[in-house]
């Protein structure tokens, strides 16, 4: 039940522990472990990564950063660390199945398969695994043929916080969202400040002016949020974390928790205050109700719950409303929805029930299902797929309206190329009407030579994976892309650094074939050099500015996937200042590079830092010369000296 814990403040309100033995200064190990197993992931994953960087670093430092990053939704970095994991000798089974997963959630279906396809040889198969093998294969086929989906990030609300579940609403929409505050009570968990609902203008489908919300089911202690209403909007369904102190004991390896389990309270207009009353069928001492969604004739209310008697973790239950006004008991919406995984952010449009699940072969995380029908008869079960679905958790779909050519609405994902942790996308749906290709191929930088089967992936301007599909055995690959739409494609294959190009937006008339050709560096022969392009640093300063840091990330990726390689990592400056001075500078910035390197993931033993100054200049611009601007900057990079592969 992973997810129930990991979906930023939506199913637990977190744990508090009761220590029975610990000593009064623990050390750093003992220290990230409470952390870890209190699942205050944010805090944890900080000690295990210093933890990890010591000569002989423990199997298991590493697996916990890995997991704590895969807990806290941050992929790439879990992708780095469990990399790393399994190729230490003695790591845990669970590992590899993780590792498969965090590959998954960045997209790498045909890698993951490798791995689960490698820990079924190992150690079998069980239901989960086949599922996830099946996910993966059925994940290729759908990110390379989109559906006509236009998602956009709703920017002008969202933070580089958490807001999700939108609830449209006749003035605008509420939703959840984590409030920047610069004190108060904050979530082991994630760091943060706990959910809030807020409320936002709506015009079409963008979303403007946001706020939280003054009343008081926004003063409880905990999270609050999502909410829903019935039409009249004088009944709110509110999720949050029970605050009091009635919670779910909790025992693992001999120390006791507490768990702060949702609860389901409704609130009724009442002038201007609400009155709170308490769902039926709270237990929090037991089990966790929350996500609230009702029928369009009021007559059900659906919701999600782990209470007992269900097919898996977290199952979508309803309850029928009765004569006297109150619900009836909690029944189970049954198999065509619920599976042995979790089922949640159940809504409604018409007969049709859109939920998220993480219990089918789907593309990783929770993905959005849609099935017709009503209570627990429901049939056609069916994943949304590309891109409405992604590698990471995709959940609260909600439409807006429906007309002949399509539908609109929004979604809520923690998608690659988001602002912050879970966002508000708007999408609609209708097929566009002037095809945009990109056509290309990708070649060896040094021979010219073609590179088949490359490893293609499109982004958006937002970083956004878009569509990912392998090159053919003549190195050809092709997307289909929107207008008026900024892209960058990567190319990616083991044994070589990766290469990109940026496509600017464009707006045709007629359908266009726009056509590229991607350079793959080969990285594999000790003594190859080559220059990291676009890595820049402040006058006199040493620090990895974010522009910069992309770049880094990049190499991270091709020390990842090439774990035989060792490398030097040099800083150059140009000839003004004094040779001392510019000496320790450049040793400066060579080993914030590789610190920046080591803390995605990668082990400093394969690493090495040098500063060489002016020593090195690949220009006439020595001591003494005048030179342009440009000329002084040519000298001033950050190259790569493969030691080893």
């Known amino acids: 039940m992973r997810l129930i814990y990991v979906l930023v403040g939506v199913l637990l309100g977190g744990f508090l522990s009761i220590q029975g033995h610990a000593q009064e200064q623990p050390n750093l190990r003992m220290r990230a472990d409470q952390l870890f197993e209190r699942m205050e992931y944010a805090r944890a994953v900080d000690l295990y990564v210093r933890l990890a960087d010591s000569k002989k670093p423990r199997v298991g430092d590493v697996e916990r950063a890995a997991s704590s990053y895969l ?94 579940g939108v609830f449209p609403t006749s003035n605008g929409v509420l939703y959840a969202g984590e409030p920047k505050v610069s004190a108060g009570k904050r979530s082991g968990m994630t760091g943060e400040a706990y959910l809030k ?53 909790y025992k693992k390896n001999g120390t006791k928790f507490k768990r702060y389990n949702l609860e389901l309270k409704i609130y009724r207009k009442n002038g201007d205050s609400w009155i709170e009353e308490d769902f039926a069928y709270n237990k929090v001492n037991t089990y966790s109700v929350g996500h609230a969604a009702l029928s369009d004739d009021e007559q059900t209310l659906y919701f999600a719950s782990d209470m007992p008697g269900g097919r898996g973790g977290v199952d979508v239950w309803f309850c029928e409303l009765r004569p006297d006004g109150s619900w009836g008991i909690p029944i189970n919406a049954g198999e065509e929805i619920n599976s042995a995984g979790d089922e949640m952010f159940p809504t409604i449009f018409g007969n049709r029930l859109y939920y998220s699940s993480d219990g089918f072969a789907g593309m990783g995380g929770l993905d959005i299902y ?14 949304l797929r590309y891109p409405v679905n992604s590698a990471a958790d995709d959940f609260s779909f909600v439409i807006l309206g429906e007309h002949q050519d399509g539908y609109q609405g929004f979604i809520s994902s923690n998608r690659i190329g988001g602002i912050g942790s879970d966002d508000i996308y708007s999408f609609s749906f209708k097929k566009p009407k002037v095809t945009i290709i990109l056509e290309g191929i990708t070649v060896n930088k040094k021979t010219n030579e073609l590179i088949s089967e490359a490893s293609l992936t499109l982004f958006d301007g937002d970083r956004r994976i878009v569509a990912k599909r392998l090159g053919d055995n003549n190195a050809a690959f092709r997307f289909e892309l929107d207008k008026n739409t900024e892209y960058k494609v990567l190319a990616e294959k083991s044994g070589f650094h990766a290469d990109s190009v940026n496509i600017i937006g464009v707006h ?19 003594g190859d050099k080559f220059v990291l392009e676009n890595i ?44 001392s001075y510019n000496d320790k500078l450049s040793q400066r910035r060579a080993s914030s590079a590789v610190d920046y390197l080591v803390s995605r993931g990668i082990d400093r033993s394969r690493l090495v830092a040098k500063g060489y100054g002016e020593r090195r200049l690949v220009n006439r611009c020595s001591d003494g010369v005048k ?18 592969y």
Not at 627 to 644: G, P
């Open 370 to 383: 849609v099935a017709e029908g009503c209570k627990s008869s429901f049939s056609k079960r069916k994943n």
């Open 197 to 249: 609902v807020f409320s936002a203008s709506r015009k079409t489908e963008e979303l403007t002016l946001s706020s939280m919300m003054p009343d008081n089911f926004n003063s409880t202690a905990y999270h609050v949020g999502p909410v829903a209403s019935n039409k009249a909007e004088d009944v709110l369904y509110v999720t949050r974390t029970h605050p009091n102190t009635e919670v779910e004991k």
């Open 508 to 526: 045709p008339t007629k359908d266009t074939t726009i056509r590229v050709t991607l350079r793959l560096e080969p990285v594999f022969t000790v």
């Open 71 to 164: 807990f806290l939704n941050q992929y790439e970095l879990a992708e780095n660390w469990y990399a790393r994991a399994v190729g230490m000798e003695g790591h845990a089974a669970e590992s590899q199945r993780n590792y498969a997963e965090a590959l998954k959630h960045n997209g790498k279906y045909t890698d993951a398969k490798k791995q689960l396809e490698a820990y079924v040889e190992k150690h079998g198969i069980d239901e989960i695994i086949r599922l996830s093998i099946e996910g993966c294969d059925s994940s290729i086929v759908w990110m390379a043929n989109p559906l006509p989906y236009l998602l956009k990030n709703e920017r002008n609300i969202n933070t580089d916080l958490s807001e999700f």
């Open 536 to 579: 820049y640093y402040d006058f006199d300063k040493h620090d990895i500015r974010k522009d910069a840091a992309v770049v880094l990330d990049q190499l991270v990726r091709t020390m990842r996937d090439n774990p035989t390689l060792k490398i030097e990592l040099s800083s150059h400056t140009d000839s003004r200042g004094t040779h």
């Open 627 to 644: 030179c342009s601007i440009e000329e002084h900057q040519a000298n001033r990079r950050t190259e790569v000296e493969v030691l080893a």
